[in-house]
């Protein structure tokens, strides 16, 4: 039978599923670099539940308020479940990880709640451990600093807009005040192109993120150029592997990816979900 144990923080949750999440470090580099992040903030509001079966953890979960669930790789479809009917309790806008979880999670989660979901996003999860950077490409990677803000502010919804992702009035400022959060430029002729961000790093590797070229420059190799300096500036400080998550319906990003050393390793799924009436 499989139980389910909820902990009152990221440091507890850590404890109890640590072991378990680092076992399959890869897959699980975007919940463990959101735990890093929540230790410091606190995780107000946060639910942390495991999933256990014979005194083993079988599965976790991550609820955080108006966020989709992030949801651990589980080690059979029931463990998924159990947490969804648990987690059903508080409601989520969605639930992301791997796609057979994610699948097992939304039909508990529907027929605890008497809702429906819908498959939001398919994403790829690629993970690189050396990184060929692309020839001919003008300029050079350089951090973002202060100067920027008014530039990552205008670019981040933006980016948001063109992968159909979360709603547009994300408080930038407290993105970029997030513990290890690093973003970068990619600069030609004097004027940023392309960024790319460095964020949530795990005991081995780090996951990039926020790729974004702005329309009027694409198609010249900026993003390839930027994301590979990123990613080899991950591994020259001393990470294993730099991990990146795609949308499986754009051939173009993924062809770049792969180009520059980047493998896919995992089929990763967030399905939107019905909130509960109760």
């Known amino acids: 039978m499989t139980r389910v144990t909820r902990h009152p923080s990221p440091g507890a949750f850590l404890a109890a599923a640590g072991p378990y999440l680092l076992a399959r470090e890869v897959e ?51 463990a ?31 027929a605890a709640t008497g809702t429906t979901s819908h498959r939001w996003f398919d994403q790829w999860l690629h993970v690189a451990d050396a990184v060929a950077a692309p020839g001919g490409v003008s300029g050079a990677l350089r951090p973002a600093g202060d100067g920027d803000r008014e530039l990552l502010t205008r670019w981040f919804p933006a ?22 959060v690093r973003p ?22 780090v996951r990039l993120s926020h790729v974004y070229t702005p329309p009027a420059d694409r198609r010249r190799g900026y993003a ?36 520059i050393g980047y493998r896919v390793v995992a089929d990763v799924a967030l399905e939107a979900l019905g909130i509960s009436s109760s």
């Open 159 to 180: 980016m948001m807009a063109d992968a159909g992702d979360l709603p547009q009035d994300v408080d930038v400022a407290a993105v970029l005040r997030t513990p290890g």
């Open 80 to 110: 998924a479940a159990a947490l969804a009917q648990d987690l059903a309790r508080e409601g989520a806008t969605g639930v992301a990880g791997p796609e057979a979880d994610v699948v097992a999670f939304a039909g508990a989660w529907s």
């Open 224 to 259: 390839a150029a930027c994301t590979a300096a990123v990613t080899a500036l991950a591994l020259a400080e001393g990470r294993d592997w730099c991990a990146l998550f795609t949308d499986r319906a754009n051939p173009t990003s993924n062809g770049v990816y792969r180009r």
């Open 28 to 78: 699980h580099v975007a919940l463990l670099g959101t735990l890093g992040e929540l230790a410091v903030s606190g995780g107000e509001g946060t639910t942390f539940a495991t999933a256990h079966e014979a005194g083993s953890v079988a599965g976790a979960a991550v609820r955080r308020p108006g966020r989709s669930v992030a949801l651990a790789r589980c080690a059979h479809p029931e």
């Open 184 to 205: 970068f430029l990619w600069e030609d002729g004097g004027r940023p192109r392309s960024m790319a961000w460095l964020r949530g790093p795990t005991a081995r590797g």
